[in-house]
């Protein structure tokens, strides 16, 4: 049955969910196994995963949380294919765990809001074999990557939204698309490593754009600086 909590500890046993949850804070420090379960963290609140947590969520589920992620676990059984939207409606800080974990922290990411913000990466990058979009119907959102790493399946950056890449690395392993948000480009790599589709805009679409593997195909004329 779907329940609704205020705040979960989870701190030395492996809690396993039996049905949907509601909660307004989630702190991992042992073992989380969401299943095909779908988990809302509501009223910008946090979701914390501590160095020896870790998140087992199948793709039948689904997250969304409205607050910031803190994760720094390297728990080699992390796992966690469901689909994550991140909708908040103040500007949040986000902590992944990068190469913490010796493969994705995610498969497929959403970044919307519920007001005008931004999200802004702190200390580690960002990895998901997914797709990655950045996009909002009802108003603008941003994710700002403050110089560190993204790794994603596929990219979007869709109508109101704003990817701020800064010097960033950006490696993607499937289709690019930019042209209907704002790719502000700064001194960033891109890297595209499979046979893709470039859907940009014309005005400084990339700084360093590297194809390395497979045939790169734009829709649109591109401009690299």
Do not use: C, H, K
Not at 14 to 27: D, F, I, K, R, S
Not at 180 to 188: E, K, N, R, Y
């Amino acid at each position: 049955p779907a329940a609704t909590y205020a705040q979960v500890y989870i701190r030395s046993q492996v809690a396993t969910l039996q049905g949907n949850m509601t909660v307004t804070y989630l702190e991992i420090v042992s073992s989380f196994v969401a299943a095909g379960n779908t988990v809302t963290v509501t009223a910008s609140a946090s979701v914390n995963i501590a160095a020896g947590g870790y998140i087992t969520s199948t793709s039948g589920g689904s997250w969304t949380v409205s607050g910031t992620w803190t994760n720094a676990s390297t728990s080699a059984s992390w796992s966690f294919a469901a689909p994550i939207t991140f909708n908040s409606g103040a500007n949040q800080t986000m902590t992944f765990a990068g190469t913490n974990l010796a493969g994705n922290e995610f498969d497929a990411v959403t970044f919307n809001s519920t007001a005008a913000m931004t999200y802004t990466m702190a200390t580690r990058g960002l990895r998901l074999g997914g797709a990655l979009s950045i996009t909002d119907t009802l108003t603008t959102v941003g994710l700002t990557t403050s110089n560190l790493a993204v790794t994603a399946g596929s990219i979007t950056i869709g109508t109101n939204g704003t990817l701020i890449a800064g010097s960033s690395t950006i490696t993607v392993s499937g289709n690019w698309t930019s042209s209907a948000g704002t790719f502000t480009v700064g001194t960033s790599t891109v890297s595209i490593q499979a046979i893709a589709a470039i859907a940009a805009a014309t005005t400084s679409s990339f700084y360093n754009l590297t194809i390395t593997t497979g045939t790169s195909t734009p829709s649109t004329n591109i401009d690299v600086d």
